[in-house]
């Protein structure tokens, strides 16, 4: 069983930083594309960022130059450096694992609240 577990979420205020990392186990984790996605209250979950197992990456225009993904597939984790951190960014931020079939997996979220 897939199981993805996310950390390093907090309160932060504006202008800071914070580093979310998600933890896989129960999959081949290198064969995998992950993203983080967030979603705020009241608004529906959008794709902040995700990152092939090739390590293409591609983000979402509000946080690009802002915001990182990487992945180290030795310790079978995937990051979200999240630098300038804006109120807007306030949101639960979820760690996705796609599966082609469309059968993805989900961690349980972590908030990150952007306030001063």
């Known amino acids: 069983q897939v199981r993805l577990v996310e950390s390093g979420g907090g309160l932060v205020q504006p202008g800071g930083s914070l580093r979310l990392s998600c933890a896989a186990s129960g999959s081949i984790f290198s064969l995998y594309a992950m993203g983080w996605y967030r979603q705020a209250p009241g608004k529906q979950r959008e794709l902040v960022a995700a990152?092939?197992?090739?390590?293409?990456?591609n983000y979402a225009d509000s946080v690009k130059g802002r915001f990182t993904i990487s992945r180290d597939n030795a310790k079978n984790t995937v990051y979200l450096q999240m630098n300038s951190l804006k109120p807007e960014d306030t949101a639960v931020y979820y760690c996705?694992?796609?599966?082609?079939?469309?059968?993805?997996?989900w961690g349980q979220g972590t908030q990150v609240t952007v306030s001063s």
């Open positions: 990152i092939t197992s090739g390590r293409n990456t």
């Open positions: 996705n694992q796609h599966r082609p079939k469309g059968d993805d997996y």
